[in-house]
């Protein structure tokens, strides 16, 4: 299993191990994403890193659109302020 975002983005797919992990999670946790933060996270940061090096066109089947990526991204950092308050 892949450990580093370069390892990750290695893979074919690039980020499936990422993508892997948070099913694995969800299945684990009764499907209840709120435990899989850490996870979601995880994959997001790789889905960003391969849309940096890859352009906004690029394609992988175990990341959202970059648009579709940056909104979920955004909302994720919302909620977490919201939860400090």
């Not at 797919?13 to 099913?23: E, N």
């Not at 694995?24 to 391969?50: G, H, M, T, V």
């Not at 959202?64 to 919302?78: A, G, M």
Request: hydrophobic share 25%; with cysteine; charged share 35%.
């Amino acid at each position: 299993m892949p450990k580093t975002l370069e390892e990750a983005l290695a893979c074919d797919p690039p980020c499936y191990p990422r993508a892997c992990a948070i099913q694995s999670c969800i299945q684990k946790n009764n499907y209840d994403e709120s435990k899989c933060s850490k996870q979601i996270d995880r994959l997001y940061e790789c889905c960003s890193a391969f849309y940096a090096r890859n352009g906004s066109d690029a394609k992988s089947v175990c990341c959202p659109l970059e648009s579709l990526l940056k909104l979920k991204i955004q909302q994720r950092e919302e909620e977490k302020e919201k939860s400090k308050k």
